[in-house]
């Protein structure tokens, strides 16, 4: 039901389904309809082969104890959010004692979670080494935190992020992550020129090029490309099957204009 409007009257569809259904294994709620803990436990009880849910971001990921207690075969999971209060830039210690009890399933290899903070780090460190697949599309992570996240990742395969990673960002990555195959770096509709500042350049394209040479998959938008970025792309990245780049144009760059050499 990803992405579908549904208009909600009781919600006794999804308890049905949590106590009759025993062989889900996708269970995919991502829309405007929220889902009780309470019954995504049970369905976690009563489907062993449950491999991959995703749900809207308004459950909080301390209400799923049970969920990921009894979801033994879960390996993809998307959704929830933390809440971690802030105060004088540090995250509130009783609230992040709440999710010291959450356990992730050890199959868990794919992860997407939405408004994570850099104060709320910690929860995800402790099991990321083991992922392949990580979201951040929908994070509200500095530069900074994606570093901080990323060099615990050493295993990842796909990346979805957001251009905010920035060419610092792109460096950490390309000394890490050397089986990474898919990467897709969105950017927002609305920029200004200081957060232009910490987006993709000519410089992270290189660093990308050059530390990606299994890279299929390259999407991504940037604010300052010039012809030796792309040609380094060409000469570097052999097994790249699709290249879509969105180019944000600004007076402050240095973009070298025709770039019909570099393509």
């Known amino acids: 039901m990803e992405g579908s409007e549904i208009s909600e009257y009781d919600g006794k569809w999804l ?22 803990s309470g019954d995504l436990e049970l369905i976690a009880k009563n489907c062993a082969s449950l491999v991959k849910v ?4 308004d459950t909080d990921i301390a209400d799923l104890v049970g969920f990921f207690c009894n979801a033994a075969a879960l390996e993809e999971f998307w959704g929830g959010f933390f809440d971690i209060p802030q105060e004088d830039g540090v995250g509130d210690q009783n609230a992040l004692e709440r999710y010291a009890v959450v356990a992730f399933p050890q199959r868990l290899c794919s992860l997407g979670i939405m408004l994570l903070e850099n104060q709320e780090l910690p929860i ?22 994606h570093c901080q996240l990323l060099e615990r990742c050493p295993n990842l ?28 770096l969105c950017g927002d ?11 993709i350049t000519h410089r992270g394209l290189i660093l990308l090029s050059q ?5 299929e998959y390259l999407v991504f938008t940037a604010y300052d490309i010039t012809n030796a970025s ?4 060409g000469t570097h990245l052999k097994k ?24």
């Open 15 to 36: 308890h049905e389904l949590a106590l009759n259904n025993k062989v889900l294994e996708n269970f995919n709620l991502l829309s405007n309809l929220g889902v009780k």
């Open 54 to 57: 995703k749900i809207c971001t």
């Open 124 to 145: 995800v460190f402790h099991f990321a080494a083991r992922l392949k697949k990580l979201d951040l599309h929908s994070v509200l992570l500095d530069t900074e935190g």
């Open 157 to 184: 395969e796909m990346l979805k992020g957001r251009d905010m990673i920035g060419d610092r960002g792109l460096g950490v990555v390309a000394q890490n992550f050397k089986k990474l195959k898919r990467l897709w």
């Open 189 to 199: 509709e609305n920029y200004n020129l200081e957060a232009m500042t910490t987006m």
């Open 211 to 215: 530390g990606f040479l299994e890279l």
């Open 230 to 233: 792309l040609e380094s792309v």
């Open 240 to 263: 790249l099957y699709r290249f879509h780049m969105t180019l944000l144009e600004n007076k402050e760059t240095t973009t070298n204009f025709p770039l019909d050499n570099g393509v």
